[in-house]
């Protein structure tokens, strides 16, 4: 899928996840569930790190550039040190490593130990690249138009106030870890949740994607996972943007109604 298809399915799987813990009790302080959808959103994005032309190559200029394109060499080389007889030749590495669930598991795991071992500043470093992400993605008419840089001062504005809220008690900072020292543990849910999703919103399309590695299906490691094939659609087509989108946006509102305890 697209970039804005991403973010919005990103930014509705966790007011889902906010729902869910609502009714299992363990309900989201207002800037948890805001912060984690917005996070979600941008993280929705990430796992397009293998690919030289996607949103994430330009939101951080030649960083983001640099970085996707060590990205795509790691990821293809991965692909060919791993892969079996009936996986197919390739020569790049768009939709391998980073479209499976173990980077999902590992990136998201990664963040939440970076966020309760680095202190405030490194909560502020992963709220500021999420939500930069978040802004190309669900403002992406608004950014592609934007110069980099209002883009960049929005998203550590945005940043600075979601840790200031966070921080205040009985906001969240502790949600669902609640022993000391577990702050923020959870900042790396909505990151892995949005890598996943990602990876779901990719296996709709024509050429599915290979969530499962590294467990093997028939002689394939890399195997494309996907819906059958004529329920799949391009990236871009007509099913995107006139129906995954406006349910996206359906699923998402009531899913937040549900998470405030409105419904």
């Known amino acids: 899928m697209m970039g804005p298809a991403h973010s919005l399915s990103g930014a509705a799987a966790w007011l889902g996840v906010g729902a869910a813990a609502y009714e299992a009790g363990y309900p989201m302080p207002w800037p948890v569930l805001a912060s984690g959808a917005l996070i979600c959103a941008g993280a929705a994005l990430a796992p397009d790190l293998d690919h ?11 960083l983001s550039r640099g970085l996707c394109e060590v990205v795509d060499t790691l990821s293809h080389a991965v692909y060919k040190a791993t892969k079996m007889r009936g996986d197919a030749h390739r020569s790049g590495g768009h939709r391998t490593l980073t479209h499976t669930w173990l980077w999902a ?13 680095g202190g405030r500043w490194a909560v502020l470093g992963i709220l500021f690249v999420h939500m930069v992400l978040a802004i190309e993605g669900l403002l992406w008419r608004a950014a592609r138009v934007s110069s980099d840089v209002l883009v960049w001062l929005l998203g550590a504005a945005t940043a600075w106030i979601l840790a200031g809220i966070l921080d205040e008690p009985g906001n969240g900072a502790n949600w669902l870890f609640a022993e000391p020292g577990q702050e923020y543990l959870w900042l790396g849910l909505p990151i892995m949740l949005g890598a996943l999703v990602h990876d779901i919103g990719d296996a709709l399309t024509v050429s599915g994607c290979p969530i499962l590695w590294p467990i093997p299906v028939g002689r394939k490691r890399w195997y494309p996972l996907g819906t059958p094939r004529p329920m799949r659609f391009r990236a871009g087509s007509w099913v995107e943007l006139k129906v995954l989108m406006p349910g996206f946006m359906l699923l998402g509102g009531i899913g937040a109604l549900d998470a405030l305890g409105y419904v």
Do not use: C
């Open 52 to 62: 030289k032309a996607a949103t994430i190559s330009r939101a951080f200029g030649p």
């Open 105 to 117: 598991v590992l990136v998201g795991g990664g963040m939440s130990l970076l966020a309760t071992e």
